[in-house]
């Protein structure tokens, strides 16, 4: 889930940084400060919206740097259970896949890439036993979070994929088209039905 987060906290600025602006050296320790900057409360940071206060700087002795108690927003996405997440696939392994989030990366099982039997294919790929579905690196996907775990310095990102409506990008339009294609007939069906002329058993009995 995409969130904005206001914080307020000291900036370090590096002495390089003096020449400029006050508030431009805070934005520009910022962007770097938070390249890449993973935290378990509020997640992962896409980049610096803006910086709303600085207060004034303070020199700690044997430190070349200044201090700004600063507030700023960041935008974030932060990874949440049961949240539907769009995916490309980066890697086919024999035990499952790697998919690419966009902001992080997600790891699908085997046996949750698609509601069938799995196999891991010598060209790299999944395949089902029955419907013949394949996945592949590149595929783009809908997939929704069921794991989550905060072991190591990343999370670790657990998808899934057999429940309906989820799945492949084009397996997901193929299912919308048949449902269509059924619902249509059904409705034709009906049409035919409630058109068709009374039978001598349909018509009143003791009429001349």
Known sequence: MFY??????????EPKLFGLKTSDAVAKQLQNTYADYHDKEIGEVIGVISVLEVGDGIIIPGDGAAYYNSKFKLLVWKPELQELVFAIVNEITNFGAFM?????????????TMDDYVTFSTTGTLLGKDSK????KGDA???RIVALSYKGDDPKIGLTMRQPGLGKLDWIKEEKKKAKTLIKKAANSKKDVSKK???VSDKVKGKK
Not at 4 to 13: A, L, M
Not at 133 to 136: F, G, N, P, S
Request: charged content about 20%; glycine content about 10%.
């Open 100 to 112: 690419n989030l966009g902001v992080m990366k997600g790891m699908i099982h085997i046996s949750q």
């Open 4 to 13: 904005i987060v206001e914080v307020e906290d000291y900036v370090r600025v």
């Open 133 to 136: 579905k394949i996945l592949k």
């Open 141 to 143: 996907c809908l997939a």
């Open 197 to 199: 002329p009374l039978g």
